[in-house]
């Protein structure tokens, strides 16, 4: 855990008003080498374009570096809108953006564009195909396939530092890793305290990822769209907030501190500059083994949204249910 830690480098910090300290990032395979990713990031979904603008401008102004978005979010407008505002240089911000699952190779393309346009931006940082299949659940190995390589098309022209996945499972990333010529730099799933000993239906098949270099990023990382009362467990409960007493952090700071100690990305979503503020104060303190141990044997809140507590839902699509 802690050579992991160690070996982690440092996202530059630049200006705005004034420079922010320089946050951690992590190395993920790109399309032409490795590329630097923020530990850190803000996320955006289900906010509109204004509340999108207002976050990332907030965050940026905090010292983030780091932007999640997608199509299916449909405020790529506002994020573009802020990152235009906030007149950094290009290189010194990363965006992460997705396309839909189940689309053809003109589709992909088409998709990906867009999310170009929207943005404002030449490139992004990295793009992610947003669902092994579409959002209604109709997929197959074919269309993953398709669907990959041109994505790979589309970054090899310039437009994508790094491509990877999103709610993939093992089997489904095997169907990538069969016609892959680019790396699968990341896979973004709902991974929080309370999932560190669940099994893999409910992990998105973490360890197997880890075993084929895939990086395991999280959403949800404070279990923020779970349904009451677990949404705040990371927030109020016993667990984190008796573990943060003793270094003088909140339950969210904890939480996140035991993503990121880790190596895995997170992206906490919120509109609220004191919140942001709040995770965004995780790299100065360093969790104990012991402590270490603990969040990663609770088994609540466990994840939510999917059919049960034990599965996320995602490696069940179709036939390709594994049992």
Known sequence: MMLLWAAL????ASGLSGPPAAQPAVTIKGVDGEV????????????NNSVAKSAVVSAFGLGYRHVDTAAAYQNQVGVGEALAELKLKRQEFFITSKIPGGLNASATAAAADSCLKELG???????LIHFPADFGKNGSKKERQVEWTALEAWAKSGKARAIGISHFCRRQLDDILEVAHVPV???QVQYHVGM????????????????????????????????????????TGALVTGIGKKYKKTGPQVALRW????????IPKSHVPDHMKENSEIFDFELSEQDMTLLTKAQHPAVGGGPSASDSGDCGIEEELVV
Do not use: H
């Not at 931006?121 to 793009?127: E, G, K, T």
């Open 9 to 12: 480098c440092l996202w530059p």
């Open 36 to 47: 630097q990713m923020p530990l850190l990031g803000i996320g955006t979904w289900q906010y």
């Open 121 to 127: 931006v030449d490139y992004v940082d990295l793009m």
């Open 185 to 187: 730099a990341v896979n």
């Open 196 to 235: 560190g000993s669940a099994g893999r239906m409910a992990t998105d098949d973490r360890d197997y990822m880890r075993q084929k270099g895939v990086l395991y990023q999280s959403f949800s990382p404070l279990c923020g769209p779970c349904n009451p009362p677990d949404n705040k467990e990371l927030l």
């Open 259 to 266: 993503l990121v100690q880790q190596g895995i990305p997170v």
